[in-house]
């Protein structure tokens, strides 16, 4: 009973102590830095005030926005991780230890799905799945990083006005008065970023689907042959038609594609800073765990809806099932 | 464009983003993805490898378990052959012995019962002669003469083997006898011509030869006792006394 | 009354009806999870399938949530 109450008590000095730090050191910071409501805007915010390139027209100006700077901190992981596959390679170790056997456990679970559903084209989908999975988790992921959408430049902003200046990288204790320009802000609260992956999965699925039926695969999107083979004549008008919507189909799946990761961890990022700045107390730990799970969830989603899309652009009569389902 | 641009939307950010993505994913496919699938691949090959040779090796110990109880069987099937071989052996050749020591003492038995029979016939029939001589002798101081001792020597050679005048007077007798053998008690032994004189008259009397076997009997004390199958034909002294007991009570 | 504060507190609503959309999806999640739990619960050997399926019947729901969140973004930001 004693050993019991002992053990609860070793329990309770556990957790509860440094919870109880966490709270007292949250509510101090509460009192004297109180947290800055983060700027809420679509595009990225740039982190330098100059342009890196100066193209104008519709190319627009390339500033080094903070979405920027998390896509080179995903590149800068990623070639963590294929340092420390190559050295696991170059060691010979068969034993999956650290990063590389984390690494090689997700890839054998990827491979095993593509494997399920692409067949023979495994070996030429898998990559595109792990590539997009990897990619998008590590973008979602870096939300979680403290300082990610906290730390960044400070801004006056006026009531209604849109424009805003410099003030500088401290908190100052005039709440009201500023929005913080975060430094980093996850890549997938970026369109660009989102948008450019959703093209280069329909793009790769077009390219494969031709790899696998040649021109034929094009039939998809012109059924012509239809109005003259199919029987009576207005059935095979319509399957002509049908197929035109093939083509609004893809076009919908990059807007899926994109608006899906996009929507998902701007509402989460948002929903963090903005609990964080009404409780900044325990409330966002909570809601950190929810988003590290809609995060795996999301690029699984991207790299299975992928591997769908491609797996059934390689069958000769496909494509129609799931397109139309998600459009 | 402009609502494009309110969304984010930079066809520059997004060429960049599409060339980073484009990039990523060659360095990943040419440096991560190969050496992780040959890993795996490795892995797998050599976990089927071991779990192959664990299945030959079970294999192997299970056939080596086989042979090892084949090889008991066939040896405790060998060892009990062995021990019933042996057994059989002894008991064979303790039957044998025990078969020899019983001939022998059946041998030995039969040899001193043949001795014996032998011994007592002969003094029998010494003993024949002389009581024929004191029988004459004390007839003679009886009565005084001397009968014609040839004459006497036949009477008395009659009285113990009931042969009168080269006849069996006791055959006549017998009558339709169906026998396989027949035996002639006499109270002393028979002389050869006697045992010749009486087979004579039965096979004459029977019509054909059977075997005839004579025995000693001194307690019928004079005649012949002659059986042949199922019949009795008495002719002895001890026969006639006990008609004569019968007649008289 | 300020034209523009007008505009503004129009667009605000409009953004907020724009969500109401979003309950569709939820509706629709919870659907899908139901029936995969369900569908767990009698067979659980194929859990995993189960799961994989789900999700993706998932994300194809909120779809439609993200597609209320678009226009949403789109009157509260685009719209002049």
Redesign the interface.
Same mark, same amino acid.
């Given at each position: 009973m004693a050993d019991a109450q002992k053990k609860k008590s070793n329990k309770w000095k556990e957790i509860g102590l440094p919870l109880g730090i966490a709270v007292v050191l949250s509510g101090l910071g509460w009192y004297f830095f109180p947290p800055v409501m983060p700027h809420i805007?679509? %595009?990225?915010e740039p982190v330098l005030e100059q342009p890196l390139?100066r193209?104008g027209g519709?190319?627009?100006?390339?500033y080094l926005?903070n979405t &920027?700077v998390a896509?080179l901190l995903? *590149?800068v992981v990623?070639?963590g991780? #294929?340092w420390a596959?190559?050295k696991? $390679?170059r060691s010979g170790d068969?034993i %999956?230890r650290g990063i590389?056997g984390v690494?090689?456990a997700t890839?054998?679970a990827i491979?095993n799905?593509t494997e399920t559903t692409a067949g023979k084209w495994t070996e030429t989908i898998? %990559?595109?799945f $792990?590539?997009f999975f &990897? @990619?998008v988790l590590i973008a979602n992921w870096t939300e979680l990083l403290p300082g990610v959408d906290s730390i960044g430049w400070l801004h006056h902003v006026e009531e209604g006005v849109k424009g805003f200046g410099h003030v500088g990288p401290f908190l100052m204790k005039k709440p009201g008065d500023f929005q913080v320009m975060a430094w980093v802000r996850v890549a997938s609260t *970026?369109?660009?970023?989102t948008? $450019?992956?959703a093209?280069?999965s329909v793009f790769m699925t077009q390219v494969i689907g031709v790899r696998a039926l040649g021109l034929p695969y094009f039939k998809k999107f012109f059924n012509i042959e239809a109005i003259f083979k199919v029987k009576p004549m207005y059935m095979g008008v319509i399957d002509f038609f049908v197929s035109i919507l093939e083509i609004i189909s893809e076009v919908a799946k990059i807007?899926?594609f994109s608006?899906?990761l996009f929507?998902?961890l701007f $509402?989460g990022s948002v929903m963090l800073f903005v609990l964080g700045y009404l409780v900044p107390i325990l409330l966002q730990s909570g809601v950190l765990l929810l988003e590290a799970f809609v995060g795996i @969830?999301q690029a699984? #989603?991207f790299g299975?809806?992928t591997l769908?899309f491609m797996a059934l652009a390689t069958h000769p009569h496909g494509g129609e099932e799931h397109g139309e389902?998600?459009a | 464009m402009e609502a494009l641009q309110n969304l984010g939307i930079n066809l520059g950010y997004l060429i960049v983003q599409i060339v980073n993505f484009g990039v990523m994913f060659w360095v990943l496919k040419k440096w991560a993805y190969p050496p992780i699938m040959e890993m795996l691949e490795k892995r797998r090959q050599i976990i089927a490898k071991g779990l192959e040779d664990a299945r030959v090796a079970a294999e192997a110990r299970a056939n080596a378990e086989k042979e090892a109880e084949k090889i008991l069987a066939e040896a405790r099937a060998k060892a009990s052959q062995i021990v019933r071989e042996a057994s059989e052996r002894a008991e064979a050749v303790g039957r044998e012995i025990k078969a020899q020591a019983e001939a022998e003492a059946a041998r030995i038995r039969a040899e001193a019962v043949e001795a014996a029979q032998a011994e007592r016939e002969r003094i029998l029939r010494e003993l024949r002669s002389q009581v024929a001589m004191l029988a004459i002798a004390a007839a003679q101081k009886l009565i005084g003469t001397a009968l014609d001792e040839q004459r006497q020597r036949q009477l008395l050679d009659a009285f113990f083997s009931g042969i009168e005048g080269g006849k069996v007077t006791v055959l006549d007798e017998l009558e339709d006898a169906v026998a396989d053998s027949a035996e002639v008690i006499s109270a002393l032994p028979l002389t050869e011509e006697e045992q010749e004189t009486i087979k004579k008259n039965l096979f004459a009397k029977l019509g054909r030869e059977i075997p005839v076997t004579f025995k000693v009997d001194p307690t019928i004390m004079g005649g012949v006792i002659i059986r042949v199958g199922d019949k009795v034909l008495d002719d002895s002294v001890s026969g006639h006394l006990q008609e004569l007991r019968e007649a008289l009570i | 009354m300020d034209p523009q504060s007008i505009v503004t507190a129009a667009k605000l609503i409009g953004a907020g009806l724009a969500m109401i959309g979003a309950m569709g999806g939820g509706i629709g999640i919870g659907l899908s999870a139901h029936g995969a739990v369900q569908g767990i619960a009698r067979n659980p050997d194929v859990a995993g399938q189960v799961q994989t399926n789900m999700i993706l019947g998932i994300a194809f729901a909120e779809a439609v949530a993200i597609y209320c969140l678009v226009v949403a973004l789109l009157i509260l930001f685009v719209v002049k």
């Open positions: 805007q679509l %595009p990225a390139l193209l519709i190319w627009g100006d390339i926005t &920027l896509t995903i *590149d990623l070639l991780l #294929v596959v190559q696991a $390679a068969l %999956p590389s690494l090689e890839l054998e491979y799905l898998f %990559p595109y $792990a590539t &990897l @990619v *970026d369109l660009n970023f948008i $450019a992956l093209l280069v807007i899926s608006f899906r929507g998902n $509402a @969830v699984l #989603v299975m809806l769908m389902a998600h | - | -």
